[in-house]
């Protein structure tokens, strides 16, 4: 196989990969919309941060293996990875997802709510010594 060939097909291969794993990083994203509640303000700040950094990736797919190139059958192989995860594989994967953190959610929503109750604890100490510090002086 010549060099250019094999150059081609390894970028439809790592577009189709890259395509897959973007889906897979918003599964997570959605697991933590089912964990937690969120408002529509935070959901579209979500997903603004979510799209703005996975096209990092991509752009880095593009410039790497195509010299910065966009052809129409890379942005295909990136959307048919996506059709692929989220119509094959995503089912078993979101159901293991949600069974491993579904049983641990009343766990983990109380560990969060420690940490911050903490932390929040911690910053009015802090504020406080503040306070007399100055009252002092």
């Known amino acids: 196989m010549s060099e250019i060939i094999h150059g081609q097909v390894t970028f439809l291969l790592v577009t189709l990969c890259c395509g897959m794993a973007l889906i897979f990083f918003y599964e997570i994203l959605r697991l933590l919309r089912w964990m937690f509640k969120h408002t529509g303000a935070v959901i579209w700040m979500e997903d603004i941060l979510y799209w703005a950094s996975v096209s990092i990736p991509v752009f880095y797919i593009f410039f790497v293996y195509n010299d910065g190139e966009i052809r129409w059958y890379g942005v295909l192989m990136l959307v048919l990875g996506a059709w692929l995860y989220e119509n094959g594989i995503s089912r078993p994967v979101r159901g293991r997802l949600v069974k491993i953190f579904g049983s641990h959610k009343p766990l983990l929503l109380k560990l969060i709510k420690n940490k ?16 007399k510090r100055t009252k002092c002086q």
């Open 116 to 131: 911050i109750k903490k932390h929040i604890k911690r910053k009015d100490k802090d504020s406080s010594k503040e306070k």
